[in-house]
């Protein structure tokens, strides 16, 4: 899962939207933030990270930590560019693994007090 978890931040570093979406199982649950509609399946996560991965970056706070289940987290900061502005959004994700090595579910944990403009 560890693996899994730094794969994820290097191929969204890379933009490399292929490489990240393999990394999920094909009926997989994004919610980013949480509390926010999630995105089901492949065709929705796609579309997100090609809407979320242009102008960002993902800088890790802590390494990737996994648990005696199938869960594991990263916390980390996204640097985005918003037209003329930075912002610095810190996160954790917390994901869940199917029996195939495969990101099932991601909620993302992030709330307004969590975004700094720089």
């Known amino acids: ?29 994004v919610e ?6 999630a995105k089901v399946g492949r065709q929705e996560i796609e579309s997100f990270y090609r809407e979320s991965m242009p102008g960002s970056t993902l800088e890790l706070l ?16 996204v640097h985005s560019q918003m037209g003329e502005h930075s912002i ?18 991601m909620h993302a944990y992030w709330g307004p007090d969590d975004v700094q403009q720089l």
Do not use: C, W
């Not at 610095?88 to 579910?105: H, P």
């Open 1 to 29: 899962m560890k693996k899994s978890l730094q794969e994820y931040v290097d191929a969204f570093n890379a933009k490399d939207v292929d490489r990240l979406i393999s990394l999920f199982a094909d009926d997989a649950k």
């Open 32 to 37: 980013d933030p949480v509390g926010k509609p």
């Open 62 to 77: 802590a390494p990737p930590r996994g648990s005696h289940s199938n869960a594991a987290t990263i916390t980390f900061a």
């Open 88 to 105: 610095r959004i810190e996160v954790t994700d917390v994901m869940t693994f199917d029996s195939n090595g495969k990101i099932a579910t």
